[in-house]
């Protein structure tokens, strides 16, 4: 697999609810290798308000992740442009496309398109180890806090095999001036 193979398109707001259907398939896979079943609908629930305003905030971007000219997944990114301390909201493969390093190279694609980025953040469930892998050991990021999120325990209460402690953690990567990655790796 050569990075040429992934690029990013704009998502149009008519195809946001196949977006949000990809995504729920995923974080679905993500929550059952992390703790089993799912028992009670998709997570976050086709009511869940941050997701829909992760995806209407000012500065937000929608992309879809293709991969040669498929959707392989999406992200959702805020720009914030008199900062630049951006964040990454939403990140998925969609499944049928895990394990081809897609991930990698489609988070490595989103930081050549925003190269301005003084700093990126994000958060994760500290129950899903394959996500923290992926932020610390492939993407870089740095583990900065671990906080309590009252809207993720709220969210995922119904689902009895999900831990409800809500404990995330709040990931950054510090960007160099020139684009790279600070250290460099």
């Not at 996500?131 to 671990?146: K, T």
């Amino acid at each position: 697999m050569t990075e040429q193979q992934i690029a990013l398109a704009p998502t149009a707001p008519a195809e946001y609810s196949a977006f949000k259907k990809a995504l729920q398939a995923a974080f679905a896979l993500a929550v059952v290798s992390g703790v089993g079943t799912i028992q009670d609908g998709p997570i976050p629930s086709d009511q869940d308000l941050d997701l829909d305003q992760a995806m209407t905030a000012k500065g937000a971007v929608v992309l879809n992740i293709m991969q040669n000219g498929q959707v392989a997944g999406g992200a959702v990114v805020t720009i914030n442009q008199a900062t630049q301390h951006n964040s990454l909201d939403m990140f998925f493969i969609a499944v049928g496309h895990h394990n081809q390093g897609l991930g990698k190279q489609a988070w490595f694609a989103i930081e050549r398109a925003f190269p301005q980025t003084a700093v990126w953040e994000t958060v994760t469930p500290c129950f899903v180890e394959r996500n923290i892998h992926f932020y610390v050991n492939a993407c870089h990021f740095r583990i900065v806090e671990r906080f309590k999120d009252p809207d993720f325990t709220q969210e995922v209460s119904h689902h009895p095999n999900v831990p409800d402690d809500g404990d995330m953690f709040r990931c950054t990567k510090v960007m160099r001036p020139d684009g790279g990655q600070f250290p460099p790796a």
